[in-house]
C-alpha cells in the first residue's frame, strides 16, 4: 500500500507512530463479521476451484487458474508446479508477483498456526512459567504431531513457542490455548484477527490447524498471517531457529537431587533445516509448515536476497513425491527474486483494516468484493517485538494518519540480520 501523501519523511512517520503507540490505550475495536465467521464451508476440497472466489487485494486474485504479468527479460513460471494454490509476493511492498487460486478456500494444516502464534505471542512474556495439568492437554486430535509436553512439569513460554514452531506440536498449542482462555476462546480470538487482517477467507474452527469440518483458509490469507508476524521480533526468532533444547523429564540423580534433563528439537521446515532431497534455500528465514490428511501439504516460506524479502505459499501440491511442496516453493522463490522489480503486480496484499485509510472511492486493488466496510477505520496495529496489538476507533483524520504511519514503519523487518545470526544446520 503506498504511503498517505500527506508525509513527507519517514522520521515523521516513525514519529507519529511512536506517539500514537503511547496515547492508544483502548482494546482492538471489533471488524466487522466476515462470510467466513458464519459459514460452514467443507474441508475436502474438489478438483477444482470455484468460479467466484474473493477479490480482496485485486479482482485478478479472484480468478481462477494462474495470474502473472509476462515481463522482458523474466522467465516463465516453472511449468512443474503442482500446488493447487500458491501465491508469490513482496514481503515489503505486499506486491503479488504471480498467483495461482490464490483465494481458493482450503483445509490449512499446521500453517494456521501462524495465525495462532500471530494473535497470541504477544499475550505473555517469553519467561513466563507454566505448570502443565491434565486439562491443559484435553482435546488434542488423534494423530496429532506432538513436542513431548509433560504433565506436571513446568514450561516457559519460550519452551512452548518454540515446540509450535519447531516441532508444530499441538501440545504446545493447547498449553498456550489453556493460558489464554481455553480452546474456544482461543478461536475467538483467532477468528476476530484473521478478520482484522481481512484474511476473509479463513474460518477458524481448532487453534492448531488439526482436521475439522468447516476449517480453511488460503493461500492468500496465510501469506497474510505471515507477513503479519514477521513484524514481531519473538516470531522472527521461533520460525527461523532450526534447533533447540526442549525441556524433559524431572528425575533424581546419583546425589539425590531432583535434575530436568533436556532434548533436541529440529525444524520440521526443511527449506530452513534441510533433507536428503531438499537443501537449505539460500535467504530462508522461516515461516510455517504443515500436513494432514484433508488439508496434504501446505507451506508458507520467507526468504531475503539482495534486499528483497519475498513470501512464497503453496498448499496442496497434486505431485505427491516426498518434500514436494518445499521443492516448488523454491522453486517459486528462484523465479520471484528474477521477476520482482521487473513484472508488474496482479494484486496486493491488503493492510490490516486498522491501517487502511478509507475513502469514498476506495482502491480496486485495496479492497475486494468481501470487504463490507464503507467508513473510515481510525485504528492502529501497533504491533512490537512482544507488545500488545493495539487499536483505538476514533473519529478524526489525524489519527488515521498515524494509524497508517505505524503500520508502514512497522512492516519493515530485519531479516537480512536475521539470516545472517541464526544458527545453521
Keep these: 500500500m503506498p504511503a498517505p501523501k500527506p508525509m513527507a519523511s519517514r522520521a515523521l512517520l516513525v514519529t507519529s507512530a511512536a506517539l500514537l503507540a503511547l496515547s492508544l490505550t483502548a482494546p482492538a475495536a471489533l471488524a466487522a463479521p466476515s462470510p467466513s465467521a458464519t459459514a460452514t464451508p467443507s474441508t475436502t476440497p474438489s478438483a477444482t476451484p470455484p468460479a467466484d472466489m474473493s477479490t480482496?487485494?485485486?479482482?485478478?486474485?479472484?480468478?481462477p487458474g494462474t495470474q502473472v504479468n509476462?515481463?522482458?527479460?523474466?522467465?516463465?513460471?516453472?511449468?512443474?508446479?503442482?500446488?493447487?494454490s500458491w501465491i508469490v509476493s513482496d514481503a515489503e511492498s505486499g506486491e503479488v508477483l504471480a498467483a495461482h487460486n490464490a483465494h481458493w478456500r482450503l483445509p490449512p494444516a499446521s500453517t494456521l498456526k501462524m495465525l495462532f502464534a500471530d494473535t497470541v505471542l504477544p499475550r505473555f512474556p517469553k519467561s513466563t512459567p507454566h505448570r502443565v495439568v491434565p486439562a491443559d492437554l484435553a482435546g488434542i486430535g488423534a494423530g496429532s504431531s506432538?513436542?513431548?509436553?509433560?504433565?506436571?512439569?513446568?514450561?516457559?513460554?519460550?519452551d512452548l513457542w518454540l515446540g509450535v514452531f519447531l516441532r508444530s506440536g499441538n501440545d504446545a498449542v493447547h498449553v498456550l490455548s489453556a493460558m489464554n482462555g481455553g480452546v474456544e476462546q482461543t478461536?475467538?480470538?483467532?477468528?476476530?484477527?484473521?478478520?482484522?487482517?481481512q484474511a476473509l477467507d479463513t474460518?477458524?474452527?481448532?487453534?492448531?490447524?488439526?482436521?475439522?469440518p468447516g476449517q480453511v483458509s488460503s493461500a492468500?490469507?496465510?501469506?497474510l498471517f505471515a507477513r503479519s508476524g514477521l513484524q514481531k521480533k519473538d516470531f522472527r526468532e521461533y520460525c527461523s531457529t532450526v534447533r533447540a533444547e526442549f525441556p524433559g523429564d524431572t528425575t533424581k540423580n546419583a546425589k539425590g537431587r531432583q535434575v530436568r534433563g533436556s532434548f533436541e528439537i529440529q525444524n520440521t521446515n526443511r527449506l530452513l533445516s534441510g533433507d536428503t532431497d531438499v537443501p537449505v534455500y539460500q535467504g530462508i528465514a522461516g515461516v510455517k509448515n504443515g500436513n494432514t490428511t484433508n488439508a496434504g501439504a501446505t507451506f508458507t516460506g520467507v526468504?531475503?536476497?539482495?534486499?528483497?524479502?519475498l513470501l512464497v505459499t503453496v498448499m496442496n501440491p497434486e505431485k505427491k513425491e516426498h518434500n514436494e511442496v518445499y521443492k516448488e516453493t523454491a522453486k517459486l522463490f528462484d523465479w520471484g527474486f528474477q521477476a520482482a522489480g521487473k513484472v508488474a503486480p496482479v494484486g496486493e496484499l491488503v493492510p490490516p483494516k486498522g491501517a487502511v485509510v478509507s475513502s469514498a472511492t476506495p482502491s480496486a486493488t485495496a479492497v475486494g468484493k468481501n470487504d463490507t466496510s464503507s467508513k473510515p477505520?481510525?485504528?492502529?496495529?501497533?504491533?512490537?517485538?512482544?507488545?500488545v496489538g493495539v487499536a483505538l476507533a476514533v473519529a478524526g483524520g489525524v489519527v488515521v494518519l498515524l494509524a497508517a504511519a505505524a503500520f508502514l514503519v512497522n512492516r519493515r523487518w530485519p531479516l537480512p540480520d536475521l539470516v545472517r545470526r541464526r544458527t545453521r544446520p
Aim: net charge negative; proline share 5%; no cysteine.
Design 187 to 197: 478461536v475467538r480470538d483467532m477468528q476476530d484477527h484473521a478478520d482484522e487482517l
Design 303 to 309: 526468504a531475503e536476497r539482495n534486499g528483497r524479502v
Design 203 to 212: 474460518h477458524v474452527v481448532s487453534p492448531d490447524g488439526y482436521d475439522q
Design 70 to 84: 509476462p515481463a522482458a527479460g523474466v522467465p516463465a513460471l516453472p511449468k512443474d508446479i503442482t500446488g493447487r
Design 56 to 63: 480482496v487485494g485485486g479482482t485478478r486474485l479472484g480468478q
Design 377 to 387: 477505520v481510525a485504528a492502529a496495529s501497533a504491533q512490537g517485538s512482544g507488545g
Design 146 to 158: 506432538m513436542v513431548g509436553i509433560k504433565e506436571g512439569q513446568t514450561y516457559t513460554v519460550r
Design 220 to 223: 492468500y490469507d496465510l501469506s
